[in-house]
């Protein structure tokens, strides 16, 4: 079972810690989980490929080469995997292998001998975020499925990562899910037997969402136990942040509307800017992710008095 860590603010006697992995286990898992294959000293290691994949993310973005690579995409928006290969001294092939692991995690797009920067007033289309941070999204909604009991009222706005918290949430049967997603009422009703309610609105085609005035004079009628959400970035400054108004508006009027409010992010929204400011960090019960944030972050939501909540 998915052990999780749990920061409570407002009760600071509430803290679950767990050892860190030795370096040179993380060293070897990662070669092993890049190369396909398992290692001698990464067999004898109680940290193996499979048990360390949350933890290579974080080893990863932390490695010289790794950032090199994000802080030249940031200052150029465009990067030939030929110019890092002779910059950094390694092969065309390790640099390819660096593009897939960023765009696995939302850090730049791939293009023919090359990457761009991903725009931060656009979001990914559905089916390239569908295949991104697939591991994490499951953990993240493993967590924050330890909040449910039956008979509560839940809302789920659209989004991955709420995706997979209905895939966990099938697991109960006497739930009230109200959610404006039609992927995520089919979901539930063919497998769980909770009731589920579909909020009106305006199709959006390209992640069958709905939204609109309909949408909001809807959602606001009822107060839910949780709203779970997702969220487009978080920025230390102006807080969560989405790519478009209804997503945003939408999010806003849950807040107010619910006991609590939970935002289910992976690691990779952390100093991801976007268009829209949609709450402050006060405004959020919860936040549930799959890496411990930042310290600069963690110490500004203690601050605001924001859960929170990790594998």
Known sequence: MLRCQRFVVHDRSV??????????????????HRDGRTSRRARRSRYTARTLVTGIDHFMLTQPRIQEILRLLDAQQRVKASDLAALLLVSEETIRRDFKYLESIGKLRRIHGG?????????????????????????????????????????????????????????????????????????????????????????????????????????????????????????????????????AVLRRTLARHCV????????????????????????????VTNLPPPGDYRQRMEQEHVDILYP
């Open 15 to 32: 803290r679950w810690v767990t050892s860190a992995p030795d370096a040179r286990d993380v060293t070897v898992a990662h070669r092993a």
């Open 115 to 247: 990457a761009i920067a991903p725009r931060s007033s656009e979001e990914q289309p559905l089916q390239v975020r569908s295949r991104l941070q697939t591991k994490a999204k499951t953990q993240i909604a493993t967590c924050a499925a330890g909040f449910v009991q039956e008979g509560m009222a839940i809302f789920l706005d659209t989004g991955t990562t709420t995706f997979a918290m209905a895939q966990a949430l099938t697991r109960f049967s006497r739930l009230r899910i109200v959610t404006n997603s039609l992927d995520i009422a089919q979901l539930v009703a063919q497998q769980s037997d909770n009731h589920v309610v579909v909020t009106p609105g305006d199709v959006r085609r390209n992640d069958n969402a709905l939204i609109g005035p309909h949408t909001l004079e809807f959602s606001r009628q009822f107060h839910y136990d949780i709203a779970f959400m997702g969220i487009g970035g978080i920025d230390l400054e102006l807080g969560f942040m989405d790519y478009e108004e209804p997503e």
């Open 260 to 287: 609590r409010s939970v935002i289910l992010a992976d690691y990779g929204k952390f100093g991801h800017r976007t268009f829209i400011n949609t709450l402050p960090f006060s405004a959020v019960t919860t936040l």
